[in-house]
C-alpha cells in the first residue's frame, strides 16, 4: 500500500486579513430591469454564469460570456446588458477591503483592462481555474444557512481569491480608506448641518453615491453608530439644549427638530435620556436662559 504525506507549513501568512466579504447576489435576466449606472465604495466580482450580453463602464462597452469575471474597482460606475437570445445569469460578490493591483497582469484571449477616472475594470476568462466551483458551494452555504455559513462563506471568498491571484497573475494592495472615511465626514458634516430636515437613508445614499447597503456598513465601521442612529443623537442633544435654555414648547421643539410627531419626540427623547422633555425642562427650571423668546 502506498502512503503519501505532504506537510502543511505552520502560520502560513494570508494576504486577506482586512477583506470582508459584504454579500452575494445571483441574477438572471428576464428582460424586466432597467440598466442603470451606479457605483460603490468597495469592489465587486461579476462571474457570467451563463449567456452573453455587454458589460458598460462609464462610455465603454465589452462583451462578456459564460466563465467571464469581470474585476470592478471601488467607484467606478458601471452595469450590463443582456442579449434576448442568451440571456445574462451570473453572480456577484460585494468585498470590502480589496484594490487589485493590474501591473503584472498575463494578456490572455478576451481579456480587457479598462482606465478610467475612478478606477479599473478587468475582465478575463476563468474557464479553466476552479472559481466557479467555489462559487456554487459559497451559493449553498449563503442559501442553507447552516450553523457558521457566515464564516464558510468568508474562508470560501478567500479560496476564490487564492485561484485568482495563482492562475491569473493578478495581484492585491491593501485598500485606502482615506477616501471612503472623507466621505463618512461628508456625510457626519451633513447630517451636522441639516438634522431638522426630513432625512432618510435614500437622501443619503444620493449625496453620497452609495448604496443604502454600503452606506451604512461603510459610517458605522467609522463613527461606531448608524447614520440614522447618528441624526437621532444628534436631534436629541439639540433637543436638550433648547428644553434647557429657552421657552419653546415642546411641540415647537419637536417641529424644530425635524421630528414627524410630537409623540415621537417625546419617546425617542424618553428612551436616550431616561426623562420625558418635560421632566428634562423641569430639571433646568430656574437657571439661566440664554434664549428665552418664543417661536410665534
Not at 8 to 20: G, V, Y
Not at 115 to 144: F, H, P, R, W
Not at 194 to 204: A, G, K, P, S
Request: glycine share 4%; charged share 20%.
Amino acid at each position: 500500500m502506498g502512503n503519501t504525506r505532504h506537510s502543511i507549513r505552520d502560520n502560513a501568512p494570508s494576504p486577506f486579513n482586512e477583506l470582508k466579504l459584504l454579500y452575494v447576489s445571483t441574477s438572471k435576466y428576464e428582460g424586466d430591469w432597467q440598466s442603470l449606472l451606479h457605483s460603490h465604495a468597495f469592489c465587486e466580482l461579476f462571474y457570467v454564469v451563463n449567456g452573453n450580453g455587454f458589460f458598460i463602464t462609464e462610455d465603454k462597452e465589452f462583451p462578456v460570456h459564460e466563465h467571464d469575471m469581470v474585476i470592478i474597482s471601488p467607484h467606478v460606475q458601471h452595469t450590463e446588458k443582456s442579449l434576448h437570445s442568451a440571456p445574462l445569469e451570473y453572480i456577484v460578490l460585494g468585498i470590502d477591503g480589496l484594490i487589485f493591483s493590474f501591473e503584472n497582469i498575463a494578456s490572455a484571449p478576451d481579456s480587457i483592462l479598462l482606465q478610467t477616472a475612478a478606477g479599473n475594470v478587468y475582465k478575463y476568462n476563468t474557464k479553466n481555474s476552479n472559481v466557479y466551483a467555489y462559487l456554487n458551494i459559497m451559493l449553498t452555504e449563503i442559501t442553507d444557512k447552516e450553523e457558521n455559513f457566515e464564516a464558510v462563506c468568508q474562508s470560501l471568498l478567500e479560496v476564490v481569491m487564492l485561484c485568482m491571484l495563482r492562475n491569473d497573475h493578478l495581484s492585491i494592495k491593501p485598500n485606502n480608506t482615506s477616501l471612503l472615511n472623507r466621505e463618512c465626514v461628508r456625510i457626519k458634516n451633513y447630517l451636522d448641518a441639516n438634522y431638522m430636515e426630513n432625512i432618510t437613508l435614500d437622501t443619503l445614499a444620493q449625496r453620497s453615491h452609495m448604496s443604502k447597503y454600503y452606506l451604512v456598513h461603510a459610517f458605522t465601521k467609522y463613527m461606531g453608530i448608524s447614520p440614522i442612529t447618528y441624526l437621532l443623537q444628534r436631534r436629541i442633544e439639540e433637543g436638550k439644549s433648547l428644553l434647557s435654555s429657552t421657552s419653546y414648547s415642546i411641540s415647537q421643539i419637536s417641529s424644530l427638530l425635524g421630528f414627524s410627531s410630537q409623540s415621537y419626540f417625546a419617546q425617542a427623547f424618553r428612551r436616550s435620556v431616561g426623562q420625558t422633555p418635560v421632566q428634562y425642562r423641569n430639571t433646568y427650571r430656574g437657571q439661566p436662559r440664554t434664549n428665552t423668546n418664543s417661536i410665534s
